[in-house]
Every structure is written in structure tokens, then in C-alpha cells.
């Protein structure tokens, strides 16, 4: 095994690597941009890069009002809730930097709130399905990832891997749980909660050793089933398992936090048709949460994706454990409150 150790400041500082070390097959641009260039380099950007953000800008803006417009239906009605658009743009922030804590923060909060399983869930997969593929494409664009069609790269390969087998997890998921087995708000939360911990701890432990992990796709479809069946019956724990997973299989932690985003944002296509199909024979779907999530969640999604560029990876390396452990620990404290 081979390991390197880095400097919190100024980026890596590469120590003798082994010879029978595993080469990086997915990373490969992020981790060469944290050696060669320091924190503060990292916070410049090309010009095309800034454009692209500011463009997003304009149309969060546009979006913003279309949305006040349809969602007042002429009751002149404010359909924001301040304190969700708060609570989803802190959410959404260390959901796009770490890879998780949007749906499995947010859903136990809403529960706490007072919102309904079919008020959360839908709107959750909606906002997730938008900023998932915004922030994916925000991490590309300031070089947390390198997707490629032509040639089809490693990190291309990962992605359609994740979102086959978690999409197809998420539609059965869906339909069990809201039409056949109908799980109580506290089984799902506790289930959820439970998971991310255990992963939290593995993953802690894995960064203490700071070795690096040979890459193996196979091990990423187990861990793509079970984040698709978090997702589809509680509208979150997908992130942390699926993070969590590449990492333990060998992906650097900047890319693996962009690929989960970018993946999380297509599986969640497949539970928003799956909603709407069930909305369309008669299950009560609400969707008037959507405007307040989807207001501090796009913002996020902007924000967050640059923030893992400027922060070396040697941080994140702990954080996103950490993290884990953190939201699932309060994830089942406020589930056995439900």
C-alpha cells in the first residue's frame, strides 16, 4: 500500500511512493491539481469558468421568479418559508463539499416540522434531481472531476455504473414503500441513520490510515443498490453510501464528492417520474415545499462545488467521514422523535 501525507495549508507533500503502489485511475486531475498549485492559487479561476458561474447566476434569478409567479396562484401568498430555504441552502452547501446531508439531514428535520412523507420526499427528489445536476457540472467546470464521452474515461464508466443500478434500486424502493409495505416514518429514518453511522466509522478509520485503496468498480455496486433503496423510501441517505463507497474502493475524495452529486441528480430523475406516475393514479403528492427547497439548494450547488476546489483534499479526507457519522447520529435522534 502506498501513502502520502498533506499539509492542511499548502496542499500535499508527496513522500516516497512504493513501487507496487496502485496507480490513481480516478482523481487523476484533482489530485494533480492539489500538489502543483496551493490553496490560494487554487482560488483563481479562468475567465470562461467565471462566466459560466455568472451565467448560472442570472438564471437562479429567473427561476426564482418564475417559480413566485406559479406557485402564488394570484394569492399574492409569499410561497417561500424562510427558515427551509435557510435550512436547505446549509444542507445543499455540505451536500455539493462533501457528498451527502441534503435529503438525510433535511427529511428529518422537515418530519420534525410538522411536513408529511409525500410534502418531503417528491420535492426533496425534485431539488435533488436540479442541483444535483447543476453542482455536477459546477465540479467539472472548476476541475474537481474530469468526465469525458470521448474517450469514455474511468470517471464516465463510475458515473453510468452508479446511476444504472441506483436507479433501478430507487423505482423499486418507491413503489414498495408508498404502495406496498407503507414503512412508518421512524423505521425509515432509523434504518437510515443506523447505515450512515456504521459508514461514518468506517470511513474515519479508512483516513487515519491515509493509505491508498486499488481501485475495484465491482465493490460500487453493492453500495449503488443500497444508497438507490435509501433513496427511494426516505429521500436521502443516498449520498453518504455512495461517497463513502468510492472512497473505500479507490477514488480520490474531491471526485468521488462530484461524482455522487452528478449521480444523486440523474437517479433522482427516475424517483421524480416514479412520483409523478404515482400522483397520476391518485397518491396525494405535495409539492408546496418546492419553491423554498429549490431556492437555497440551487444557490448551494453553485457555491459548494468551488469551495472543494480551494480546500485541500488532505481536509476533506476527514471531513466527509466525519460528517457522515455526524448526520446520522442526528438523523436518529430525530427520528426516534417522530
Known amino acids: 500500500m502506498d501513502y502520502q501525507i498533506e499539509d492542511a495549508d499548502t496542499g500535499p507533500q508527496a513522500e516516497q511512493i512504493p513501487p507496487e503502489a496502485p496507480p490513481r485511475q480516478i482523481g487523476v486531475e484533482a489530485e494533480a491539481l492539489d500538489r502543483k498549485q496551493t490553496a490560494a492559487e487554487r482560488m483563481r479561476l479562468p475567465r470562461q469558468a467565471w462566466r459560466r458561474l455568472v451565467l448560472l447566476g ?190 473505500l474502493s479507490g477514488v480520490y475524495e474531491k471526485s468521488a464528492v462530484a461524482i455522487t452529486t452528478l449521480a444523486e441528480g440523474i437517479v433522482s430523475i427516475t424517483g421524480v417520474v416514479t412520483f409523478l406516475l404515482l400522483f397520476h393514479y391518485g397518491v396525494p403528492v405535495d409539492f408546496r415545499l418546492l419553491p423554498s427547497i429549490f431556492a437555497g439548494g440551487f444557490l448551494a450547488a453553485i457555491v459548494a462545488p468551488y469551495a472543494v476546489r480551494v480546500v485541500p483534499n488532505a481536509i476533506w479526507r476527514y471531513v466527509i467521514p466525519i460528517y457522515a457519522f455526524g448526520i446520522g447520529l442526528i438523523g436518529l435522534s430525530l427520528g426516534l422523535e417522530v
Request: proline letters at 4%; glycine letters at 12%.
Open 58 to 247: 442570472v438564471v437562479y434569478v429567473t427561476v426564482i421568479a418564475s417559480l413566485l409567479i406559479v406557485f402564488d396562484g394570484g394569492t399574492r401568498q409569499n410561497p417561500f418559508v424562510p427558515l427551509v430555504v435557510l435550512i436547505a441552502f446549509v444542507l445543499e452547501t455540505t451536500d455539493s463539499a462533501a457528498g451527502m446531508g441534503f435529503g438525510t439531514g433535511l427529511a428529518p428535520l422537515l418530519f420534525v416540522l410538522g411536513y408529511e412523507p409525500l410534502q418531503i420526499v417528491p420535492v426533496l427528489l425534485v431539488s435533488e434531481m436540479l442541483t444535483g445536476l447543476i453542482a455536477g457540472a459546477v465540479h467539472q467546470n472548476v476541475e474537481n472531476v474530469a468526465f469525458s464521452v470521448r474517450p469514455l474515461n474511468e470517471e464516465s464508466k463510475l458515473l453510468l455504473l452508479l446511476v444504472g443500478v441506483g436507479s433501478v434500486a430507487t423505482l423499486g424502493s418507491v413503489v414498495l414503500t408508498y404502495v406496498a409495505l407503507e414503512l412508518s416514518e421512524a423505521a425509515i429514518e432509523t434504518y437510515v441513520s443506523v447505515l450512515v453511522l456504521v459508514m461514518g466509522v468506517v470511513g474515519v478509520s479508512r483516513a487515519k490510515l491515509r493509505t491508498r485503496i486499488e481501485y475495484k468498480p465491482r465493490r460500487l455496486v453493492a453500495f449503488a443498490l443500497l444508497a438507490g433503496v435509501n433513496k427511494g423510501i426516505g429521500g436521502g441517505g443516498y449520498g453518504p453510501v455512495i461517497t463513502l463507497g468510492q472512497i
